[in-house]
């Protein structure tokens, strides 16, 4: 029998060993005892929307920061990355002529799972950095000691964040009339930002068309207000579990920390915790699909986390490598159409193409990102198969922490604005520049829409 709590009878991985029992009890009540963050009738929504991706009827752009960050936190830091995610949704809606479902990977992303439970901080062999939900990265064993209470801290910044999302996107901020005022200074001189302004007249000019043909723009909310979805991996469970809340108006239980909660790379064991715990709350789910998954582990976990195949419950996010993902996906893609599973498929290009520079960063290229979106396109045309969205890590900051781009930020420069608590992003530009390019192949390969 499910319940909020069963996870805690299977094996769970990656989980935070707290010291201290009590103080973890407390914090897991206290959290318990806090509103819901999002309400039950909004992740049936983003599901309902997540279901005409399934059907080849829109495209996901899922995107933010691999971790946030507690002492990264700001009205204008939130605005920027909303900024650069309203420019790339009006790139692929007005280029690729499709709805454009967005959610963030922000207002809860605070928690990594590692590879390894230890790490090298110059000669020090410390515990690793897991989240701000679990640790700080500082390079001190005080520092790396999990500490509950950062839960509670997490909670109540995801809520400001979503709060000033809310204000954004309902207020004034994302109406299709400020699409110029989404070019950030730095980025409107270069030749994505140019690029980007042409596009901005283009649509300014569609508004005035149709309001000279007598379309009253104003009574049209579309045009004016934006769903910004929240999302992120649905990790460290005590605070999953705390704010599981059941829905009074079906009686289903949500969990009401995001909108939509995914379940990671390295914690999709289908006997595992994270699996029982997500089969049994109701919102839209997504799972990572790395390369060692065969169609059999894919299609036991289409029936685990969707029984009842109901379109829009299940994403599958493939982070297959730019080498690897022609040879991989055709299988999965088939598997999967065959057995008539209802899933939304969304590329995250980003996770299986990560590597070290000599100098020590940590990095991946445009083109390897590029790659492995294109390998995804690709695969999909050839099985009739939709691809459905990207899932990205980008910021709205101007960081060196991605390779590449059409102004290549070279290997020798990623030291000058390297700033990521965990993976690389992409910066605005290089953002941007996907934007266009997967725009593009959205044109090549055409829609049931
Ligand atoms: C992530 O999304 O930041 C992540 C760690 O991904 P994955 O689980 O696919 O490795
Ligand atoms: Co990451």
Same mark, same amino acid.
């Given at each position: 029998?499910?319940?909020?709590?069963?996870?805690?009878?299977?094996?769970?991985?990656?989980?935070?060993?707290? /010291? @201290?029992? $009590? !103080?973890?009890?407390?914090?897991?009540?206290?959290? #318990?005892?806090?509103?819901? +963050?999002?309400? *039950?009738?909004?992740?049936?929504?983003?599901?309902?929307?997540?279901?005409?991706?399934?059907?080849?009827?829109?495209?996901?752009?899922?995107?933010?920061?691999?971790?946030?960050?507690?002492?990264?936190?700001?009205?204008?830091?939130?605005?920027?990355?909303?900024?650069?995610?309203?420019?790339?949704?009006?790139?692929?809606?007005?280029?690729?002529?499709?709805?454009?479902?967005?959610?963030?990977?922000?207002?809860?992303?605070?928690?990594?799972?590692?590879?390894?439970?230890?790490?090298?901080?110059?000669?020090?062999?410390?515990?690793?950095?897991?989240?701000?939900?679990?640790?700080?990265?500082?390079?001190?064993?005080?520092?790396?000691? /999990? @500490?509950? $209470? !950062?839960?509670?801290?997490?909670?109540?910044?995801? #809520?400001?964040?979503?709060? +000033?999302?809310? *204000?954004?996107?309902?207020?004034?901020?994302?109406?299709?009339?400020?699409?110029?005022?989404?070019?950030?200074?730095?980025?409107?001189?270069?030749?994505?930002?140019?690029?980007?302004?042409?596009?901005?007249?283009?649509?300014?000019?569609?508004?005035?068309?149709?309001?000279?043909?007598?379309?009253?723009?104003?009574?049209?909310?579309?045009?004016?207000?934006?769903?910004?979805?929240?999302?992120?991996?649905?990790?460290?469970?005590?605070?999953?579990?705390?704010?599981?809340?059941?829905?009074?108006?079906?009686?289903?239980?949500?969990?009401?920390?995001?909108?939509?909660?995914?379940?990671?790379?390295?914690?999709?064991?289908?006997?595992?915790?994270?699996? $029982?715990?997500?089969?049994?709350?109701?919102?839209?789910?997504?799972?990572?699909?790395?390369?060692?998954?065969?169609?059999?582990?894919?299609?036991?976990?289409?029936?685990?986390?969707?029984?009842?195949?109901?379109?829009?419950?299940?994403?599958?996010?493939?982070?297959?490598?730019?080498?690897?993902?022609?040879?991989?996906?055709?299988?999965?893609?088939?598997?999967?159409?065959?057995?008539?599973?209802?899933?939304?498929?969304?590329?995250?290009?980003?996770?299986?193409?990560?590597?070290?520079?000599?100098?020590?960063?940590?990095?991946?290229?445009?083109?390897?990102?590029?790659?492995?979106?294109?390998?995804?396109?690709?695969?999909?045309?050839?099985?009739?198969?939709?691809?459905?969205?990207?899932?990205?890590?980008?910021?709205?900051?101007?960081?060196?922490?991605?390779?590449?781009?059409?102004?290549?930020?070279?290997?020798?420069?990623?030291?000058?604005?390297?700033?990521?608590?965990?993976?690389?992003?992409?910066?605005?530009?290089?953002?941007?520049?996907?934007?266009?390019?997967?725009?593009?192949?959205?044109?090549?390969?055409?829609?049931?829409?």
């Amino acid at each position: 029998m499910w319940s909020p709590s069963s996870w805690r009878a299977y094996p769970n991985a990656h989980q935070p060993e707290w /010291p @201290d029992e $009590e !103080r973890a009890g407390a914090a897991r009540a206290g959290l #318990a005892s806090l509103p819901p +963050l999002v309400f *039950a009738g909004e992740a049936r929504q983003l599901r309902d929307a997540l279901a005409k991706v399934a059907a080849g009827r829109g495209f996901v752009l899922q995107a933010g920061d691999c971790a946030e960050s507690f002492h990264e936190f700001s009205a204008p830091l939130i605005r920027d990355k909303l900024k650069i995610l309203l420019q790339m949704a009006a790139v692929l809606t007005y280029a690729g002529t499709l709805p454009v479902v967005k959610i963030g990977r922000i207002a809860g992303q605070f928690a990594k799972a590692r590879s390894s439970p230890t790490e090298r901080v110059g000669d020090l062999e410390l515990p690793s950095f897991r989240g701000h939900m679990i640790n700080d990265e500082a390079p001190t064993l005080e520092a790396r000691l /999990p @500490d509950p $209470e !950062r839960m509670l801290r997490v909670y109540n910044q995801a #809520a400001a964040t979503l709060n +000033l999302l809310r *204000a954004f996107t309902k207020g004034g901020f994302a109406d299709l009339d400020q699409v110029h005022a989404w070019n950030q200074e730095f980025v409107a001189s270069s030749p994505e930002g140019q690029r980007y302004e042409a596009i901005a007249s283009e649509i300014e000019r569609a508004l005035r068309f149709m309001e000279a043909c007598g379309i009253d723009l104003r009574s049209e909310p579309q045009l004016h207000q934006v769903d910004l979805w929240t999302s992120h991996e649905g990790l460290v469970l005590d605070y999953e579990e705390a704010l599981t809340r059941r829905d009074s108006l079906t009686g289903d239980w949500y969990d009401c920390s995001a909108h939509m909660l995914w379940i990671g790379e390295r914690t999709r064991q289908p006997d595992g915790a994270h699996v $029982e715990f997500f089969s049994g709350v109701h919102n839209p789910l997504g799972c990572k699909i790395g390369p060692t998954a065969s169609p059999e582990d894919v299609l036991l976990l289409c029936e685990l986390l969707n029984p009842d195949r109901i379109p829009g419950r299940l994403t599958l996010v493939t982070r297959l490598g730019a080498d690897r993902v022609s040879e991989l996906l055709p299988r999965l893609l088939r598997a999967v159409r065959q057995a008539e599973h209802p899933v939304a498929w969304i590329c995250d290009p980003m996770h299986a193409n990560v590597f070290t520079t000599a100098s020590g960063h940590k990095t991946r290229r445009f083109d390897a990102v590029m790659q492995e979106i294109e390998g995804f396109f690709a695969a999909h045309w050839q099985e009739g198969t939709w691809p459905g969205g990207v899932h990205l890590e980008f910021t709205g900051e101007d960081v060196t922490e991605c390779l590449g781009g059409s102004e290549a930020v070279l290997e020798e420069q990623l030291d000058a604005r390297y700033m990521t608590l965990c993976d690389p992003r992409l910066n605005p530009r290089q953002s941007l520049d996907l934007a266009f390019r997967v725009a593009e192949l959205m044109r090549r390969y055409p829609s049931s829409y």
